[in-house]
């Protein structure tokens, strides 16, 4: 196979990761939503009309990139007909974790191709509930750029290259927040409150004697791990410590279904909740199940989900 050959797959494998043509873009992603079954935004169809831009943090050395992404995503937010504005109910923040520019391609011990890769993770916050919803990953988005010559000429390339990936990483956020994230998350998802014995839950998750608390220990967060192996049982916990628990719990309920039989088997679940489960249901209804499965195998610790507590907010 051939460089050309490599590379394509590689580019293909990673989607709108990787630096196209506007116009191509724009017809590619008109293809997308018609296959998929997806239709193009209006402002009836946003989930709420306003978003505001909270704290970018920039854990990289490449100086200013948290002002650059900042700016492009309120252009992309507004692209899609939401309002940026710093009184809006729900709060995009997140922090960019990776910056790296390397060589990719070598023709006689010169760099002639170098790849851009950025790394970045999201989170949608109800500012009114304190609901945290995440809407990107840590995955990371790569431009490439061709570039032979002075240094002046790479730098230069690696700027307009940076602003693909960024611009590439704002257009999943914004895809995210539409698709991914449901219409009534703020009542489907966990708020402190919710959680109504954080001390007796974990605990359990702690001791692992069962197969769900053992799955959910293996899918936390490190830090979430040692503060859970680390607890004690005597006294209580505190609000900093809730809260990181209650966004690790929603991670949970908005990614693959947590049903799997053995995991479940020692759990008494309603009908009702096994035959959404038979299902295996997408969108909002596979948050909504997750949120119904947490809550009947823990149901001293977290509280009962209300259908139509909040209804569909911020519209």
Known sequence: MSWSDKEGDRLRHRGLQASIPLPALLVAFCLLLGGCGYTLQTKGDLPFEAVSLGRIDNKTTEPKLQ?????????????YGFYVTKTARYSLEGEVKQFLLRPSVELSSVATQ????????FRLV?????????????SPYVTYFNSVGKLESVLAQK?????DALKNLSQAIVMTILYSVPTNFSSLLLTVQDIRDPEGLVLKLKAQQD????????????????????????GGLPGTFKSALAGELNALLQGASL????RFASVALTEGTREMAAREPKSSDRVLLNRLLLQEAYPGELAPYQQNREGREGR
């Open 67 to 79: 002002d650059q992404f900042n700016r492009l995503l309120a252009e992309t937010l507004s692209e």
């Open 114 to 121: 170098y790849e851009v890769i950025i790394r970045a993770s």
């Open 126 to 138: 109800d500012r009114e509930t304190g609901r945290v919803s995440p809407v990107l990953a840590d």
């Open 159 to 163: 700027e307009l290259s940076s602003r």
């Open 211 to 234: 197969p769900l608390s053992r799955y959910i220990m293996s899918r936390f967060s490190e830090e979430m791990r040692r503060e859970i192996e680390n607890y004690s049982g005597s």
């Open 259 to 262: 049903y799997e039989r053995d």
